[in-house]
């Protein structure tokens, strides 16, 4: 069933008050006002859906490169810009790819937004909670996280996706491993804990009745702002040491992928119309993500004529660096691969403006249903990869979101 729209008090208030992205002047004095919802298996294209209800709003969701900073009056009520987050089976979908396993967390929307106002006046604020059961509000304690699959499970996927690339059937996939841990008491702690990481571009919080995600993640899906567009592909990680850099800059078999994943993206950009010639402005910048080294490039374009939402989220999604190349064929072998599905993870979440689009990618992305909390850990996998090494690669990504989680101090 289609949820079109929904008033805001059908709206969790988000734990942090912060959504991803959200611009900083906002965070302070904006209100949820109407939000939208578009579960996999709902009729429609979601990012018509999607472009048609910001449309409605009073976002400029059919021509993303008009500058303009004014915030839009609907009635009595100042529309600042919305939250938007699409899964990445959203993203499959838009893309006309194959869908794999369902979510392990359906109450969550595989398309949401919420448009939000500056106003005065007060709101109503939804009473509803994450808490694990009722007596447990004050404390907070999590279970022994469960994989979906075992480390050797992991790397016999690995081991397929290389022989798939053998064939010549791919040339990359990205794959990627759920874990869940029940948990007891109030989540929202918990979840700024993961928003505030170091590294965290998109660090944040978004809900909804029955759930809530909040993510750590460094990597543009997207940005749309002064006339350009912009993706940021992450690709290759080492642990944040002298040495792990030094190799890091050093590995062959990571700046391979790193190319790979560029070109992707470039392509990605080009065949959106209304763009003008793609050029990489950085090529394998290293950043650092907690205790992390990765290596990241800037990929743009021009934008020279009208580019609406619908068609760009299209292009974009699901996002090269959490997919694999070709897109389409390396999407086809993960709904082959992982037994869960990617729910919040390898999707986006951002804000949407009046001057700007900025979308992260929801890698180091969490969710919590009321009962379980959800994390998701990967890679990319190239005939040079050791499964081994990619096993303890999605670890060392996944180990900074379950300590915040738990409150356990970083070494």
């Given at each position: 069933?289609?949820?079109?729209?929904?008033?805001?008090?059908?709206?969790?208030?988000?734990?942090?008050?912060?959504?991803?992205?959200?611009?900083?002047?906002?965070?302070?004095?904006?209100?949820?006002?109407?939000?939208?919802?578009?579960?996999?298996?709902?009729?429609?294209?979601?990012?018509?859906?999607?472009?048609?209800?910001?449309?409605?709003?009073?976002?400029?969701?059919?021509?993303?490169?008009?500058?303009?900073?004014?915030?839009?009056?609907?009635?009595?009520?100042?529309?600042?810009?919305?939250?938007?987050?699409?899964?990445?089976?959203?993203?499959?979908?838009?893309?006309?790819?194959?869908?794999?396993?369902?979510?392990?967390?359906?109450?969550?929307?595989?398309?949401?937004?919420?448009?939000?106002?500056?106003?005065?006046?007060?709101?109503?604020?939804?009473?509803?909670?994450?808490?694990?059961?009722?007596?447990?509000?004050?404390?907070?304690?999590?279970?022994?996280?469960?994989?979906?699959?075992?480390?050797?499970?992991?790397?016999?996927?690995?081991?397929?996706?290389?022989?798939?690339?053998?064939?010549?059937?791919?040339y990359q996939v990205n794959v990627v491993g759920h874990a869940a841990a029940a948990y007891r008491g109030d989540p929202a702690p918990a979840l700024r804990r993961v928003a505030a990481l170091p590294g965290a571009r998109?660090?944040?919080?978004?809900?909804?009745?029955?759930?809530?995600?909040?993510?750590?993640?460094?990597?543009?899906?997207?940005?749309?702002?002064?006339?350009?567009?912009?993706?940021?592909?992450?690709?290759?990680?080492?642990?944040?040491?002298?040495?792990?850099?030094?190799?890091?800059?050093?590995?062959?078999?990571?700046?391979?992928?790193?190319?790979?994943?560029?070109?992707?993206?470039?392509?990605?950009?080009?065949?959106?119309?209304?763009?003008?010639?793609?050029?990489?402005?950085?090529?394998?910048?290293?950043?650092?993500?907690?205790?992390?080294?990765?290596?990241?490039?800037?990929?743009?374009?021009?934008?020279?004529?009208?580019?609406?939402?619908?068609?760009?989220?299209?292009?974009?999604?699901?996002?090269?660096?959490v997919t694999g190349a070709p897109k389409l064929a390396a999407l086809s072998r993960i709904a082959e691969l992982e037994p869960v599905g990617r729910g919040v993870s390898m999707g986006g979440a951002g804000w949407l403006g009046h001057d700007h689009l900025d979308l992260g990618l929801t890698i180091r992305t969490v969710a919590a249903d009321g009962a379980r909390l959800h994390a998701w850990a990967g890679?990319?996998?190239?005939?040079?990869?050791?499964?081994?090494?990619?096993?303890?690669?999605?670890?060392?990504?996944?180990?900074?979101?379950?300590?915040?989680?738990?409150?356990?101090?970083?070494?």
């Open positions: 069933m289609l949820h079109a729209t929904g008033p805001v008090d059908h709206l969790l208030s988000t734990p942090s008050g912060a959504p991803p992205a959200a611009p900083a002047a906002c965070q302070a004095r904006h209100h949820a006002l109407r939000a939208f919802r578009w579960y996999r298996g709902d009729p429609g294209d979601p990012a018509e859906l999607l472009s048609g209800f910001l449309a409605d709003n009073g976002l400029p969701v059919r021509n993303l490169g008009r500058t303009d900073d004014k915030n839009r009056t609907i009635g009595d009520s100042t529309i600042c810009g919305a939250a938007l987050y699409v899964s990445a089976d959203a993203g499959s979908v838009m893309a006309g790819a194959v869908l794999g396993a369902p979510s392990p967390v359906p109450v969550v929307p595989d398309v949401y937004a919420i448009v939000y106002e500056h106003s005065s006046k007060s709101r109503h604020k939804s009473d509803f909670t994450l808490s694990s059961s009722a007596g447990t509000a004050s404390g907070w304690s999590i279970g022994a996280w469960r994989d979906s699959w075992t480390r050797d499970e992991h790397a016999h996927a690995v081991e397929q996706v290389r022989a798939a690339i053998g064939r010549g059937d791919v998109y660090g944040g919080v978004l809900a909804g009745p029955g759930w809530a995600l909040a993510t750590a993640s460094p990597e543009t899906l997207v940005e749309v702002r002064d006339g350009r567009v912009v993706t940021r592909p992450i690709k290759g990680t080492r642990p944040a040491t002298e040495a792990g850099l030094r190799e890091l800059l050093a590995s062959a078999k990571e700046r391979a992928e790193h190319v790979m994943i560029v070109d992707l993206e470039r392509n990605d950009l080009a065949r959106l119309p209304g763009t003008g010639p793609v050029r990489v402005d950085e090529l394998f910048a290293v950043r650092r993500w907690v205790g992390l080294w990765q290596a990241e490039s800037v990929v743009s374009a021009p934008l020279d004529g009208d580019v609406g939402l619908a068609d760009l989220l299209r292009a974009i999604c699901p996002g090269g660096s890679g990319g996998i190239t005939a040079d990869s050791d499964p081994i090494a990619e096993v303890d690669e999605a670890a060392a990504k996944a180990a900074p979101i379950r300590a915040a989680l738990a409150s356990v101090t970083l070494p």
